[in-house]
């Protein structure tokens, strides 16, 4: 699976957006981009994945290059209870199967009041 | 309904000793992980199952660490000769296709095990 390469920590004020970048230079056409994130001491969420279009839910759209090379997660409105590290982690995804993530450092963000 | 459920919550023992950590999964889950994360660091992947059959345990550090998923169900960690490098949470996670076949992945609260 790809290397990720991600901002060791940002800080975004509540109520604003936060767009988290994440560099994947070396994905290759089968490779999936997921995120998740971790809040404090809980276990990691799931957040979003993507393979080339741009995909939004109800916790955050991601936009993925047209050479997918880099992708951004944004939180559109972010709150104090959104300070967490976020992780983005590509990966084949195989059908029928499940698949191991592999986390990197991952972003430390810190929404402030 | 129920989340993935990890016992015990904390566990100490003294170096040498064995442990074993339990996983219970949501249910229905086809998909099963192991991952160990020290203190600041984000999570290592040691090894998983789909059903009962361990698929890969390539992130095993060494012999002394073994799992197993005899029904495909509830899986247990275990770690012989404990020792004190061995201290971390160890979270266990589920999966299974999801509406859009993502396989997201649903971790337990994990174990905090010390090692003394």
């Known amino acids: 699976d790809a290397k990720t390469t991600q901002p060791p920590s940002m800080d975004c004020a509540e109520g604003r957006a936060a767009n988290l970048p994440c560099n994947h230079s070396?994905?290759?056409?089968?490779?999936?981009v997921y995120w998740y994130r971790q809040i404090h001491s809980q276990g990691p969420q799931y957040i979003i994945h993507?393979?080339?279009n741009n995909e939004t839910n109800e916790m955050a759209s991601l936009i993925i290059t047209e050479d997918r090379k880099s992708s951004t997660l944004i939180l559109p409105h972010a709150t104090l209870r959104d300070t967490a590290v976020y992780y983005c982690?590509?990966?084949?995804?195989?059908?029928?199967?499940?698949?191991?993530?592999?986390f990197g450092q991952g972003t430390e963000l810190s929404v402030k009041p | 309904g129920a989340g993935v459920s990890q016992s015990p919550r904390y566990k100490v023992t003294k170096r040498g000793q064995d442990v074993a950590l339990r996983c219970d999964p949501i249910?229905?889950?086809?998909?099963l992980y192991w991952y160990r994360q020290a203190l600041g660091q984000g999570p290592e992947f040691l090894t998983y199952?789909?059903?009962?059959?361990?698929?890969?345990k390539s992130g095993l550090p060494n012999d002394r660490f073994s799992a197993e998923r005899p029904e495909g169900s509830i899986s247990t960690l275990t770690i012989q000769r404990t020792e004190q490098r061995d201290s971390a949470m160890y979270r266990c996670?589920?999966?299974?296709?999801?509406?859009?076949?993502?396989?997201?992945?649903?971790f337990g609260p994990g174990t905090r095990l010390t090692v003394t």
């Open positions: 982690i590509v990966r084949t995804r195989i059908y029928n199967q499940g698949g191991k993530l592999i």
């Open positions: 070396t994905i290759s056409g089968n490779e999936y």
């Open positions: 199952f789909n059903y009962e059959a361990q698929q890969d």
């Open positions: 249910s229905g889950h086809v998909s």
């Open positions: 993507g393979l080339k």
């Open positions: 996670a589920s999966s299974s296709p999801g509406r859009r076949g993502q396989y997201e992945q649903y």
